[in-house]
């Protein structure tokens, strides 16, 4: 064989493998991407705040393009079942690419109105809002739907970003950039009859901007029992 023929021959190899490599490296970035956020937005410590196991019924409000709705469906298995609720038009477009892409088999996506998520009432055992309740306009309407969806004892976890500079404005200012502060919703919590479990502020950072994102785990208030004033009964809502 000539030299001609052996460079021509050495070319072409090379050029098969880097063809061949191109499909794969996109992929390995593309799933690098969504890696990436598990491991800053905490998702395991998420998920054990819902408590969620295997052949629980549990729903991601807000869900955007699937990111938990996609571990949700892995975390309750076969058996379980994960609404995926959203608003928007272009977002319930891209869940039901991805339940299809992903085969997704226990995942419904639900389109929600601003005053109702449309979760069926008393069934399921968590619900996650992340990076959306400062979206909300009709926050009240859409707690006391959600309360009644929940079982007693079950879970409702909210996750949301604040910048530290905002802390301290009002609501208005805070929701104009798309955040909230913690107190806001602890107050409407409260206000809607759920119990607070526990909230971690801080709870994780994001790397793209700093921003503080906080996590408050909130459970349906028992039924209220009688109490003479001079017993100082407790307010389901505590700070921790």
């Known amino acids: 064989m000539s030299r001609c023929s052996v460079r021509s021959a050495a070319l072409g190899i090379l050029a098969a493998i880097f063809v061949t490599a191109q499909p794969a490296a996109q992929s390995s970035r593309g799933n690098h991407s969504e890696s990436g956020r598990e491991e800053w937005q905490k998702v395991g410590e998420i ?3 819902m408590q969620v196991k295997p052949g629980a019924v549990v729903a991601d409000i807000g869900a955007g393009s699937g990111f938990f709705t996609a571990r949700l ?3 309750v298995g076969p058996e379980g079942r994960v609404h995926a609720v959203d608003v928007a038009a272009d ?3 891209r869940l039901r690419k991805r339940v299809a892409d992903d085969g997704l088999a226990n995942v419904t996506v639900v389109p929600g109105a601003v005053d109702d998520p449309k979760l069926p009432e008393g069934s399921l055992d968590a619900i996650l809002i992340v990076n959306a309740y400062h979206e909300m306009t009709q926050h009240q309407l859409m707690l006391a739907k959600m309360k009644a969806a929940l079982k007693p004892g079950g879970r409702l976890v909210i996750v949301e970003p604040i910048a530290q500079s905002r802390r301290a404005t009002r609501r208005e200012d805070q929701t104009r950039n798309h955040e909230i502060g913690a107190d806001f919703v ?5 206000a809607a009859g759920f119990t607070e479990v526990a909230l971690h502020d801080p709870f994780t950072t994001r790397p793209h901007n700093k921003e503080e994102e906080w996590m408050l785990v909130l459970t349906p208030a028992a039924a209220a029992v009688t109490t003479p004033r001079s017993a100082g009964a ?3 809502f505590s700070s921790k």
Do not use: E, F
Request: aromatic fraction near 0%; proline fraction near 0%.
């Open 47 to 49: 998920l054990d705040a």
């Open 73 to 75: 469906s892995k975390a």
């Open 91 to 93: 977002a319930l477009g």
């Open 186 to 190: 602890r107050v409407d919590a409260q």
């Open 234 to 236: 407790a307010s389901v």
